[in-house]
């Protein structure tokens, strides 16, 4: 009985040499582990040998299963092991995937635009704090204290004296505090105004600022350079117009219009049939503003000007809702 045990060792030993697949793996199982394996036939055999010889033969047959039900399952592990790594492979002759280009947002793009062309008239770019003082928000820029502006209903105020700015026009203080003149920047920038969410208005916004002051700046180089710009901007062949406005840091103060270039000025949807679409606010430097950063206004003169770059950009692309600028859907993004 031991020789046999003994021979059917050696057997094991060469047949798990052999295992190389899941199917030699189940082969091995049925040959030894079955019901009808040969494990099973030595445990039947038992019966055919003497009483005292049976519990050490019994020991042996018992060692020689747990060792084939160890390689059974160690075998087991390695070819699932292996055939979980074969899936991952990369199969080469599948088709590429394709690479997905971004896309600058459409107020970038058109930030960019306005800011090349002033770049080439001469404009530095600067920037400045979204959160302001009430100082440079209003004070400095010759805001009256009773000023309906410096009301809570259109500034997020954070203090007393500190606020969300409502426009990029503070950081024309901030420049000239800390320049000698000739200054001439543009100031783009992120703006707040506390106003009911529609399409037409946002709780957040974009400006792009201008400001000229040097000795003998006039009215009509205000002018020359916006129009300069605008034709740049939108086609050469837009007509203009300036209407006075008001503004407390500037005077005299104008609003700039061109003719609709949906319509070309005979009346539509976006230009409210008036043939006319007001682009920015503008005007010369008030001299009082020049007290505040310590320039001669009898020295200096300057024009400043203000433009709402999601505005330009809605009517640039014909976009009638300033909601979806801010959306992020990229179904909307797709289009730029
Ligand atoms: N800051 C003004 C606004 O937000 C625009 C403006 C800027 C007007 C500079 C004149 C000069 O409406």
Redesign the pocket.
């Known amino acids: 009985m031991l020789e046999k045990i003994k021979e059917i060792e050696a057997k094991i030993e060469q047949d798990i040499l052999n295992i190389k697949n899941s199917e030699d793996l189940e082969n091995f199982r049925l040959k030894y582990l079955s019901r009808k394996g040969i494990i099973s036939e030595l445990y039947d055999s038992i019966k055919s040998i003497s009483i005292e010889e049976r519990p050490s033969i019994g020991k042996k047959i018992n060692e020689l299963k747990a060792y084939c039900q160890q390689v059974y399952a160690e075998k087991k592990k390695i070819l699932e092991e292996f055939s979980e790594k074969k899936s991952e492979q990369i199969d080469l002759s599948l088709p590429g995937r394709r690479k997905w280009l971004g896309s600058l947002h459409p107020l970038t793009q058109t930030l960019k635009e306005i800011k090349l062309i002033f770049q080439r008239m001469g404009f530095d770019v600067a920037d400045g704090p979204e959160i302001e003082e009430d100082y440079y928000n209003f004070e400095a820029l010759n805001f009256p204290p009773e000023h309906p502006a410096r009301d809570m209903q259109d500034t997020f105020f954070i203090s007393d004296k500190v606020l969300l700015r409502?426009?990029?026009?503070p950081v024309q203080i901030r420049v000239m505090e800390r320049t000698t003149p000739p200054v001439r920047v543009i100031i783009p920038g992120r703006v707040y105004r506390n106003e009911a969410i529609s399409a037409r208005s946002y709780c957040l916004f974009h400006?792009v600022?201008g400001l000229y002051v040097d000795t003998g700046v006039t009215f009509s180089e205000l002018k020359g350079t916006l129009v300069s710009f605008a034709k740049q901007f939108f086609g050469s062949s837009l007509k203009y117009r300036f209407r006075p406005s008001f503004?407390p840091?500037?005077e005299p103060?104008a609003e700039m219009d061109i003719t609709c270039f949906l319509c070309d000025g005979k009346g539509c949807r976006v230009c409210k049939q008036t043939g006319w679409l007001e682009i920015l606010?503008?005007?010369m430097v008030d001299p009082n503003v020049y007290k505040y950063v310590g320039y001669d206004s009898e020295k200096y003169t300057g024009y400043?000007?203000?433009m709402g770059i999601e505005r330009i950009s809605m009517l640039r692309y014909g976009i009638d809702d300033i909601r979806i600028l801010f959306d992020n859907d990229i179904r909307f993004l797709k289009q730029f």
């Open positions: 409502t426009h990029t026009s400006q600022e503004f840091f500037t103060s606010g503008c005007g400043a000007f203000g």
